[in-house]
Every structure is written in C-alpha cells, then in structure tokens.
C-alpha cells in the first residue's frame, strides 16, 4: 500500500525523536527527511526515522522536497533576529510548505 499522507521533514532533537516518530506516524505523515540543529547529530535522530538525513533547517524550508516540516525542537533557529530565519519560512509559504 502506497503512504499517501503529506510528505513531511521532521526537525527534533535526539531525546524527542521516538516521541516525534509517533506523532507522525499517528498524524499520517510520510517522514521523508528528518534532523536536528545538533551539529554531527541529524544522522542519529534521522535514523530513529529510518529516512534520510536534513542537517540544514533553513534549506529544508527553502527548497526541501516536502508538504510540511515539523519542527519540534528549533534550537537556534529563529532565537536571534536573523532575516535569514524569517527568509527561510516565508519561502517555505510561498511554495505552500506547511510548517
């Protein structure tokens, strides 16, 4: 049977992963890149997904493959006022990526 449900990024931290994984999967979402903004850690908590690997937020909400991006635990993301931050989720609306 073919996963039809919106095809999502998960953005989370290690010790959310399993959590997050279940939320998904309860939420119907297709995980089809998954990370954190732990430098060296994105592969750990993608592998908690079985999915590949997203090591960059912004790119994921810029240009990533997906209908949404679940952010569960944005670390320095959006903590300062970066345009850069700002940039990467009005982009992602534009392109009517959910997140």
Do not use: Y
Not at 30 to 52: E, I, L, Q, W
Not at 70 to 89: K, N
């Amino acid at each position: 049977m073919a996963e039809t449900g919106p095809r999502t990024i998960v953005w989370t931290d290690e010790q959310r992963a399993a959590c997050m994984k279940a939320v998904a999967s309860a939420a119907g979402l297709v995980v089809v890149g998954a990370g954190c903004g732990v430098k060296g850690r994105s592969s750990a908590v993608a592998g908690v997904f079985d999915c590949p690997v997203v090591d960059d937020l912004r790119r994921a909400l810029t240009d990533g493959e997906c209908d949404a991006v679940l952010i569960a635990s944005a670390g320095d993301f959006g903590a300062a006022a970066s345009p850069s931050d700002a940039q990467a989720v009005l982009h992602a609306h534009q392109r009517g990526c959910g997140c």
